[in-house]
């Protein structure tokens, strides 16, 4: 018998069920490429929001990172910057670089009052100022670690050529490579580079505004604002506005203003396309120094004279610059393993003056009263324009277990220069003992009688200027190789095809043409996660020419006229360093030996200019930035160097050391946060003697050493407001930022003691 046959019969009604009726589903269909790419941007969004609401801010320990923090930046300090711009040329964090680089975030350059370039050579170890005259510009003039760099300034790794003067308000952070880096970035960089970051569009909304004023009548204000579009597109924008005399100085004024516009649009995860435009625009009443007291063997200033004493001429000096560039940039992530980029720049920028170099003092007088010095003229009207491509391919890939990070690229730069001079200077005053170029003598030492210059003529160009150009056509391949995080190899070689030619309106012309092959190699042992030591060999070239500002040979121009071409200056470096991480990551600390040497060196020997001389610079770097505590931060370093000529074509100078350097120079900036948003904070800095002379410190002139201090207080009213009092130079120190070269030199005198009330808002 069955089971089912087992079963009783049921009295239950029968039921019926019946099957669910289907309905309709809505008809599936794909995002549309615009809707992917929103979400994609949305979850970009969400994801950064995340990662700043995770981060600590400082100073404000527990808060979130302040919407304009710098991307490059440890978030929970801003002191320490982990990475420099250029990812691809060097894609490891700073720890693991072997290279000396100095870089200071905006954080660092608010707190020291950095608002102009000039300023990093007053307050960086190992950075000295240089000084202007008739034959190159008056300007940013640097020296690192002993070598002229006054051609090596960038702008996002873009070289900014000749000589100009450069406002801070755009910038997010400025780089300083030390020695050799012509595989880097190409001619030159004897010493180093400087690289200025502009400020970039970003992906969070926020609106931020300084205001500044202070003691010699400042005046300053800075906008500053970030606004996200949509998903793909944000937009960045600024402003500035300073007007201002200068403390110490009687008469001189600085006034700027300028805008920026930058944005950034993402239209796919993989594509990103940026723009960014800036124009600074600088003027004032300029101020060319004091002249050097040889009896003393000291500025006057350091003799007697007023500090405030200006020797210009109020209706006839001037001093503008102005500077427009834009960037374009597009960046492609093909896959996980390449990435393609190219950069697109043009510039032009203008420096124009006319000034008063006081100079050729005469004190015999037994009367110091009746002292007098010769009130000479410079003048320059000098245009740049730029234009220049670099292209770039990255490669990540392992082999064996090793990550490498291989970048080959191009570089194409065209650069036009002209340099053209006033004329109808000739002065009425004196008596008509004035020279046609409108140098005034018997002017009084103590009391300069000469305010108003009288002339029959009305300056104007002479019309036929010195014209620069620079076609520069260059290949590069580079690679970085880390195995397991302990031994990480770099190097690298780069090609510069440098042609140049020289021209005025007169028959005359020059042209030449040198190849430059440079490399650089380095290797890094990494004992601890937190550690590294590193050994480093490099090579650079100067070709025959490369200072664009210069009219004369011996300052490293060619003029069209000019009768003998020589090689490019070879220069070699080898660095032995390490590196550490402290408190808890928060903390760079690094060390280095370095020596670069300088072969086929230019110089000139009786009134011909030759190429035998050679030189060595050895030294120590030691530099410290971010936190030592929780409240207390810290940026700044130490840089002792030796300097020796080893060639020369004049016997005595072999064995001297070499000129218009700081051979020992110090640098800190302290802060320390105390409770209910307080902070105290300042910064020191110590330059040693700066000797005279073109090429080896041979005239007997010298520049004072001396310490400068600088304080501020600071107090975070609440999270959209912070007020800040600066006072730069406390104890209003007379020192000098730079001497002529020449026996008879001029001398630059630094500002004095001023006080800022600074007013900062963000929303």
């Known amino acids: 018998m069955s089971s089912a046959d087992a079963q009783p019969a049921s009295d239950l009604p029968p039921v019926n069920v019946d099957a669910p009726i289907a309905r309709a589903r809505p008809t599936s269909s794909k995002p549309t490429a615009e809707q992917v790419r929103a979400r994609n941007a949305l979850r970009r969004a969400a994801r950064q929001q995340g990662a700043q609401q995770a981060a600590v801010a400082f100073p404000n320990a527990g808060g979130l990172t302040a919407p304009d923090a710098n991307p490059y930046a440890d978030a929970a300090e801003p002191y320490k910057v982990n990475r420099v711009q250029a990812s691809g040329k060097f894609p490891e964090p700073l720890l693991n670089t072997p290279k000396t680089i100095t870089v200071m975030s905006k954080e660092v350059l608010e707190d020291k009052h950095v608002t102009a370039l000039k300023e990093i050579g007053r307050s960086t170890a190992g950075v000295t100022l240089g000084s202007g005259e008739g034959g190159n510009a008056f300007g940013d003039r640097f020296f690192i670690r002993g070598f002229d760099a006054r051609n090596d300034v960038f702008i996002d790794g873009i070289r900014d050529p000749a000589v100009s003067i450069r406002e801070n308000f755009f910038t997010e952070q400025i780089e300083i490579l030390r020695g050799p880096a012509s595989s880097y970035a190409g001619r030159g960089t004897a010493g180093g580079a400087i690289n200025i970051v502009t400020k970039q569009a970003g992906d969070t909304n926020f609106k931020r505004m300084d205001t500044e004023f202070g003691t010699d009548q400042q005046k300053r204000v800075t906008l500053d604002v970030n606004q996200v579009v949509s998903p793909t597109f944000s937009v960045r924008t600024g402003g500035l506005f300073q007007d201002s005399n200068v403390a110490g100085r009687n008469y001189v004024t600085d006034d700027r203003w300028g805008t920026f516009l930058s944005t950034k649009w993402t239209p796919t995860e993989d594509l990103r396309i940026t723009t960014n435009y800036v124009h600074t625009d600088l003027s004032g009443l300029p101020d060319f120094g004091v002249p050097y007291y040889k009896q003393g063997n000291?500025?006057?200033?350091?003799?007697?004279?007023?500090?405030?004493?200006?020797?210009?001429?109020?209706?006839r000096d001037f001093q503008t610059a102005r500077q427009d560039f834009g960037t374009g940039a597009l960046?492609?992530?093909?896959?996980?393993?390449?990435?393609?980029?190219?950069?697109?720049?043009?510039?032009?920028?203008?420096?124009?003056?006319?000034?008063?170099?006081?100079?050729?003092?005469?004190?015999?007088?037994?009367?110091?009263?009746?002292?007098?010095?010769?009130?000479?003229?410079?003048?320059?009207?000098?245009?740049?324009?730029?234009?220049?491509?670099?292209?770039?391919?990255?490669?990540?890939?392992?082999?064996?277990?090793?990550?490498?990070?291989?970048?080959?690229?191009?570089?194409?730069?065209?650069?036009?220069?002209?340099?053209?001079?006033?004329?109808?200077?000739?002065?009425?005053?004196?008596?008509?003992?004035?020279?046609?170029?409108?140098?005034?003598?018997?002017?009084?030492?103590?009391?300069?009688?000469?305010?108003?210059?009288?002339?029959?003529?009305?300056?104007?160009?002479?019309?036929?200027?010195?014209?620069?150009?620079?076609?520069?056509?260059?290949?590069?391949?580079?690679?970085t190789a880390n195995w397991r995080d302990t031994i990480i190899v770099n190097g690298g070689v780069r090609y510069d095809g440098y042609n140049m030619s020289s021209s005025t309106n007169s028959p005359k012309y020059l042209k030449m043409n040198a190849d430059l092959v440079n490399y650089n190699v380095g290797v890094v042992y990494k004992p601890m996660p937190i550690g590294s030591i590193y050994a480093a060999y490099a090579t650079s070239a100067n070709p025959f020419g490369s200072e664009l500002d210069a009219t004369a040979t011996d300052y490293g121009g060619v003029p069209a006229n000019t009768a003998v071409l020589l090689g490019p200056e070879r220069n070699k470096a080898a660095e032995?360093?390490?590196?550490?991480?402290?408190?808890?990551?928060?903390?760079?600390?690094?060390?280095?030996?370095?020596?670069?040497?300088?072969?086929?060196?230019?110089?000139?020997?009786?009134?011909?200019?030759?190429?035998?001389?050679?030189?060595?610079?050895?030294?120590?770097?030691?530099?410290?930035?971010?936190?030592?505590?929780?409240?207390?931060?810290?940026?700044?370093?130490l840089v002792l160097m030796q300097s020796k000529v080893t060639q020369s074509g004049v016997a005595s100078n072999i064995g001297l050391q070499l000129a218009n350097i700081a051979h020992q120079s110090f640098s800190m900036l302290s802060k320390y946060k105390f409770d209910n948003g307080w902070e105290v904070g300042g910064t020191a800095v110590y330059r040693s003697k700066v000797y005279g002379g073109t090429f080896a410190a041979n005239t007997g002139n010298e520049l004072p050493s001396y310490w400068r201090f600088d304080a501020f207080v600071e107090k975070q009213i609440d999270k959209n407001w912070t007020m800040k009092l600066y006072a730069q130079n406390l104890t209003n120190k007379l020192y000098y930022d730079t001497l002529y070269r020449s026996a008879v030199p001029f001398v630059a005198v630094a500002p004095g003691r001023a006080f800022y009330i600074i007013t900062t808002a963000k929303f």
């Open 298 to 315: 000291v500025p006057v200033t350091s003799a007697g004279i007023p500090r405030e004493t200006w020797y210009g001429f109020l209706n």
């Open 331 to 479: 960046e492609y992530k093909v896959n996980e393993a390449i990435t393609l980029s190219s950069k697109f720049r043009g510039e032009h920028s203008l420096l124009n003056y006319i000034g008063t170099l006081p100079q050729n003092p005469v004190t015999t007088s037994s009367n110091p009263l009746l002292w007098t010095t010769t009130a000479s003229t410079q003048s320059r009207y000098q245009t740049v324009d730029v234009w220049a491509n670099q292209n770039d391919a990255t490669f990540k890939l392992d082999t064996g277990g090793i990550k490498h990070t291989a970048v080959f690229g191009t570089e194409f730069s065209n650069e036009n220069i002209s340099i053209d001079r006033y004329t109808g200077l000739a002065s009425e005053l004196s008596g008509g003992g004035s020279t046609s170029n409108g140098a005034v003598p018997g002017v009084n030492l103590y009391s300069p009688q000469y305010t108003y210059f009288q002339s029959n003529t009305t300056p104007s160009l002479s019309g036929n200027p010195t014209r620069y150009g620079v076609n520069t056509n260059s290949v590069y391949v580079m690679d």
């Open 576 to 637: 032995l360093g390490t590196k550490w991480e402290l408190v808890d990551r928060h903390l760079l600390v690094s060390g280095a030996l370095f020596q670069t040497t300088k072969d086929n060196a230019r110089e000139t020997v009786n009134s011909i200019l030759t190429s035998g001389a050679a030189y060595r610079i050895q030294g120590i770097d030691i530099e410290a930035e971010g936190r030592l505590t929780d409240r207390w931060s810290i940026f700044g370093g």
